[in-house]
């Protein structure tokens, strides 16, 4: 997979910093360009010239960071690289990626890269378990990074725990399996993708929503956007970062999702309706907020349908157009699922049990049943939400190329 690929392999100050000469070697076997960034403290466990002569590439460290030429180092780079990878990264590496610093070389390259990135931790047990660690790989998987479990056994402090660098050929091995290069098949398509829980105002302080992360629809559009579609992400609020390089339309209600969908819809190829939409909303909206008195020991809310977005679409949908839906269910899944397809007029549906918590709102994985208006179906696994993402704009791109 790695043939003519051009790889940034980014080191920190860990111990482990000696096993990223055998990942490199690995990385040259598999057919990759390997260029290296060294951090100041890994230096100080292995030198450039190791490197330098391993890759056959000039090093990248921060005393040759402002060159006499002229040129740029960490951007010139960072345009030449395919995929990144830091291995190892230690936890402060990881906390300056996740922050978006660029204090070093190894961070401002990071930062200007927009290929694919994979983090490689490696690091003292109670470093990798420590609260904030785990909120910074967080950030770098809401920010589209790939980030490998690191393994278990003995450290360098000499008891065993969490914390150890992978494997060179295990790290090669899960990068394979990667979904990395995606093929250009919606090159030049114009894509809608929703995603979140919308929001349906009760009072200015108060509103019923629901447990959508947004998670399933920003990983669609970021795998739609690295198929070479121009993608228009309509979002509710959200903790996630938008992929970069898509368009951003927040909104809020159902209402206002459905003005979004159906004024853009016209102009698009395909809608991807991931967000998880109200089916109530309340009747009216308090102008203040509702106070709690001596004379209402209880609050009687009044709900009506919110508009229906997908069942709108299907009067307008032209025949080159293609519709995608998700079919969130906690019973009878594929069953209302079908129905869900046949009375919208969609051409794709994924249909999920968000009963189970491993796969449920705000996991990180997922397993979906794909339905097709032409009869065929389909389970994945359960697999990272990256991957159904990919799975999904794979179909899409089919579909479309029939039309």
Known sequence: MFEGKHVTLTISGSVAAYKAATLARALQRAGATVRIVLTQAAAKFVTPATFAALTKQPVLTDATWWRDDGQIAHVELADWTDLAIAAPASANLMAQFANGLADDVASATWLATSAPKIVVPAMNNHMWQAAATQRNRQQLIDDGVTVLKPATGALAEGYSGTGRFLKPAEIVRQISQLALFTPQTLQGKSVIVTAGGTRERLDPVRFLTNDSSGKMGYAVAAAAQQAGANVTLI????????????????????????????????????????????????????????????????????????????????????????????????????????????????????????????????????QVTFIQADGVSDQTPKTSKTRIAAALVAKLATILATK
């Open 235 to 366: 979002t509710a609020p959200t903790r996630l970062t938008p992929p970069a390089g898509v368009t951003v339309v927040p909104i809020q209600s159902t209402t206002d999702l459905a003005n979004a969908v159906l004024t853009r819809f016209p102009e698009a190829d395909a809608l991807v309706m991931a967000a998880a939409v109200a089916d109530f909303q309340p009747l009216t909206t308090a102008d203040q907020k509702i106070k709690k008195t001596k004379d209402n020991d209880e609050l009687i809310l009044k709900l009506k349908k919110t508009p229906d977005i997908l069942a709108e679409v299907a009067k307008i949908k032209r025949a080159d157009q293609v519709t995608v839906g998700f079919a969130a269910e906690t019973q009878n899944l594929l069953a209302n699922a079908q129905h869900k397809l046949e009375s919208k007029s969609l051409d794709l549906l994924a249909a999920n049990d968000v009963s189970r918590a491993d796969i449920g709102f705000n996991s990180d994985d997922n």
